[in-house]
């Protein structure tokens, strides 16, 4: 099978290229640097058309900088754009991809406090990450109306060795300094980095699985567990609450409240149609992504 991949050179974009390459497929990837194996995207519409499925994965990560006006929009067009563009190169394809699996997140639905439980069912959020998820989605509509299956992996925290936000929470406590973000009541939607790719290989190969598809682990947990789930990982304490003050300080009131809220979301149609977790309870994934090898 010949896979056409954006965002490749990201952290899940690696991981799923080593799958595909395990498993035979020819992957081609989607780049701003092109180079062996890695085409431009001005050269996307010819890679395209000769391509059995396209995974598109690109977009600037949400967390890495403070959301000013300047740097929302670029969070926007990252992913609004880039979908509209990879979105119509499937439709006019001569020959088109059978499936456009098109990233999303559980961001979808919304900041949320609650412990309702999500699933794809659920309804949109009505904060800025919400309504950009919204259109993220809708981006791709072209692909879907020129006939092609689409599936948006709605995200949650992907969690890998050397990569993703866990290597941005894991320092502190091994500094003897994490702990708990905010109330921790909110809840935290993770899956090892492993089972995502297998999902998102699932989502290619399973004709019968188009829409949204929340790629989550079976079990979202508290972030007051999850933060105690680390500390017992690491072998170091778990007490040093990060208040939500200190949060908006030193992040900006965007991710301060991405981090301060959160989702309940459930893996409902993944498991529906038959896919099995490796990694479905959080201490054993932390304990192969954290723990010493």
Not at 257 to 273: K, N, S, Y
């Amino acid at each position: 099978m010949r896979v056409v991949v954006t965002g490749g050179t990201g952290f899940i974009g690696r991981a799923l290229l080593s799958a595909l390459a395990a498993r035979g497929d020819e992957a081609v990837v989607v780049s701003r640097e092109p180079g062996p194996g890695r085409v431009g995207w001005d050269a996307v519409e010819e890679a395209v058309w000769r391509a059995d499925a396209v995974v598109h994965l690109a977009g600037e990560p949400v967390a890495d900088a403070r959301w000013t006006a300047a740097r929302f929009e670029r969070l926007r067009s990252s992913r609004i754009d880039t979908t509209r563009w990879v979105a119509s190169a499937v439709a006019r394809a001569a020959r088109k991809p059978r499936v456009l699996v098109s990233a999303s997140g559980v961001g979808f639905y919304g900041t949320r406090t609650d412990a309702d439980v999500l699933d794809e069912s659920a309804p949109a959020g009505d904060d800025p990450l919400a309504r950009l998820t919204v259109e993220w989605e809708a981006a791709a509509s072209e692909a879907r109306a020129a006939g092609v299956r689409v599936v948006h992996p709605r995200m949650g925290m992907v969690l890998g060795r050397n990569g993703g936000a866990i290597a941005r929470i894991v320092p502190a406590f091994r500094w003897f300094v994490g702990g708990p973000i905010g109330s921790g009541t909110q809840f935290v939607s993770w899956i090892h980095l492993d089972d995502a790719v297998r999902a998102l290989l699932f989502a290619v190969d399973q004709d019968a699985l188009s829409g949204p598809v929340n790629l989550v682990g079976p079990h979202a947990v508290p972030m007051e567990a999850f933060a105690h789930a680390i500390g017992r990982a690491l072998r170091r304490p778990s007490a040093l609450r990060v208040p939500g003050f200190a949060l908006r300080v030193a992040f900006g009131e965007g991710i301060a409240q991405l981090l301060l809220t959160g989702q309940r979301a459930v893996p409902r149609r993944l498991l529906e149609a038959g896919f099995t977790f490796d990694f479905p309870e959080l201490e054993r994934a932390l304990v192969d992504v954290v723990g010493p090898r």
